[in-house]
């Protein structure tokens, strides 16, 4: 571990929230930086856990336009960021019970003005690309030809790499244990191996980023982690799943893609949860296979292959929370990603180091993200 003591920035956790932040930050020219993570190998929770997809829809205007910001980056990467593309476009097929639904007509709208192609299908049109799906359980369907898989080791060692080359620093089995301030505003970071100060400490901690608000005696945002499960299994015997695109039923709490010759599937749980290492809960998956023998009969598993949980963190109205602390100066906060993180990381890396480096973006309206819109004072 360096001895340095003093850095401009302070970011705690090296997930794809901090790694953003870092890698804008040095494209913004502040390379000052040292990122602390708790755990001794990255992408440990949720960053490692995710199903890593881009897709470019959401009922929160504010979350699409944040996904729509991190798409055009993800399939156009500055040069000689990634060593490899981020993005596989697989598509993404979303299944509409009521295609004409306000929701889904908003969402429509949204994604012809950002130019992003789509097309709406029939249920038969659908079943001709997922030849699985029974056509009596939706309306409809939406089909997004460049959104897909994201590659999500090659995005984070990429923002890493491009930071580190820019002179931050990354400190692995580090644990903050608290923060200091002087005169109102952040001052420094307690750890086991020492104090160190900062100009700026950045609460990029995921499902504890609550507790690490708390530490700094900032707002009282009340961020909740969710358990989101995952399995995956081999298709059945004759079935080829290589060529289906990433499919998504909202009605159905659903979501399936193919995964190394076999399939992903989540029953796109939210139970709450402590922060902690999270494990799947067998009632979930049992439920989600009889959800799936309705929307796909023929690709119910008879065992699995893999099955993991990860903990997704949200702020009360779904929305992330990226701004200066109200109550404590130079406490920020890049949290409640939802799972949606790892699109957005782009557009939220961004906007907030637009607000570290310069106090403000020409990026998006950053009031809306601000911790200051749940009424502290």
Same mark, same amino acid.
């Given at each position: 571990?360096?001895?340095?003591?003093?850095?401009?920035?302070?970011?705690?956790?090296?997930?794809?929230?901090?790694?953003?932040?870092?890698?804008?930050?040095?494209?913004?020219?502040?390379?000052?930086?040292?990122?602390?993570?708790?755990?001794?190998?990255?992408?440990?929770?949720?960053?490692?856990?995710?199903?890593?997809?881009?897709?470019?829809?959401?009922?929160?205007?504010?979350?699409?336009? %944040?996904?729509?910001? =991190?798409? +055009? @980056?993800?399939?156009?990467? $500055? !040069?000689?960021?990634?060593?490899?593309? *981020?993005?596989?476009?697989?598509?993404?097929?979303?299944?509409?019970?009521?295609?004409?639904?306000?929701?889904?007509?908003?969402?429509?709208?949204? %994604?012809?003005?950002? =130019?992003? +192609? @789509?097309?709406?299908?029939? $249920? !038969?049109?659908?079943?001709?690309?997922? *030849?699985?799906?029974?056509?009596?359980?939706?309306?409809?369907?939406?089909?997004?030809?460049?959104?897909?898989?994201?590659?999500?080791?090659?995005? %984070?060692?990429?923002?890493?790499?491009?930071?580190?080359?820019?002179?931050?620093?990354?400190?692995?089995?580090?644990?903050?244990?608290?923060?200091?301030?002087?005169?109102?505003?952040?001052?420094?970071?307690?750890?086991?191996?020492?104090?160190?100060?900062?100009?700026?400490?950045?609460?990029?901690?995921?499902?504890?980023?609550?507790?690490?608000?708390?530490?700094?005696?900032?707002?009282?945002?009340?961020?909740?982690?969710?358990?989101?499960?995952?399995?995956?299994?081999?298709?059945?015997?004759?079935?080829?799943?290589?060529?289906?695109?990433?499919?998504?039923?909202?009605?159905?709490?659903?979501?399936?893609?193919?995964?190394?010759?076999?399939?992903?599937?989540?029953?796109?749980?939210?139970?709450?949860?402590?922060?902690?290492?999270?494990?799947?809960?067998?009632?979930?998956?049992?439920?989600?296979?009889?959800?799936?023998?309705?929307?796909?009969?023929?690709?119910?598993?008879?065992?699995?292959?893999?099955?993991?949980?990860?903990?997704?963190?949200?702020?009360?109205?779904?929305?992330?929370?990226?701004?200066?602390?109200?109550?404590?100066?130079?406490?920020?906060?890049?949290?409640?990603?939802?799972?949606?993180?790892?699109?957005?990381?782009?557009?939220?890396?961004?906007?907030?180091?637009?607000?570290?480096?310069?106090?403000?973006?020409?990026?998006?309206?950053?009031?809306?993200?601000?911790?200051?819109?749940?009424?502290?004072?």
């Amino acid at each position: 571990m360096g001895n340095r003591s003093r850095f401009e920035v302070v970011i705690i956790g090296a997930g794809i929230a901090g790694a953003s932040l870092a890698y804008f930050l040095s494209e913004c020219g502040l390379s000052d930086i040292l990122l602390l993570e708790r755990e001794e190998q990255l992408a440990r929770h949720s960053t490692g856990r995710s199903a890593a997809s881009l897709v470019e829809l959401d009922e929160k205007q504010t979350v699409q336009d %944040l996904k729509l910001l =991190g798409g +055009r @980056f993800l399939r156009n990467p $500055p !040069q000689g960021l990634c060593e490899n593309a *981020p993005l596989q476009r697989s598509g993404v097929l979303a299944l509409l019970r009521e295609p004409t639904a306000p929701g889904s007509r908003r969402a429509i709208s949204t %994604l012809e003005r950002a =130019g992003v +192609r @789509f097309e709406l299908l029939s $249920p !038969q049109a659908a079943v001709g690309r997922v *030849p699985e799906l029974s056509p009596t359980c939706f309306e409809g369907a939406l089909f997004l030809p460049d959104n897909g898989r994201i590659d999500v080791h090659e995005l %984070l060692s990429s923002y890493l790499r491009y930071a580190r080359r820019r002179g931050a620093e990354l400190r692995c089995g580090v644990e903050v244990e608290g923060i200091r301030s002087e005169r109102g505003r952040c001052a420094a970071v307690v750890t086991r191996q020492g104090e160190i100060r900062a100009s700026w400490v950045v609460n990029a901690a995921g499902a504890w980023a609550g507790r690490v608000g708390a530490m700094a005696g900032a707002a009282p945002i009340e961020l909740r982690p969710l358990r989101r499960t995952i399995i995956v299994f081999a298709p059945p015997q004759g079935i080829s799943v290589s060529n289906w695109p990433f499919v998504v039923s909202d009605a159905d709490h659903l979501y399936f893609t193919p995964e190394s010759g076999g399939v992903l599937l989540s029953p796109m749980d939210e139970d709450p949860s402590e922060p902690c290492e999270p494990y799947p809960d067998e009632a979930v998956i049992a439920a989600a296979l009889e959800r799936l023998a309705r929307l796909a009969p023929r690709l119910v598993p008879r065992s699995l292959t893999r099955k993991w949980a990860g903990l997704r963190t949200f702020a009360p109205d779904g929305v992330p929370v990226v701004g200066e602390d109200p109550l404590i100066k130079g406490f920020f906060w890049l949290a409640g990603q939802g799972g949606y993180g790892i699109e957005s990381s782009p557009a939220v890396g961004r906007i907030a180091a637009d607000l570290i480096a310069g106090g403000k973006t020409d990026h998006y309206d950053a009031r809306l993200l601000a911790p200051a819109r749940f009424g502290q004072a």
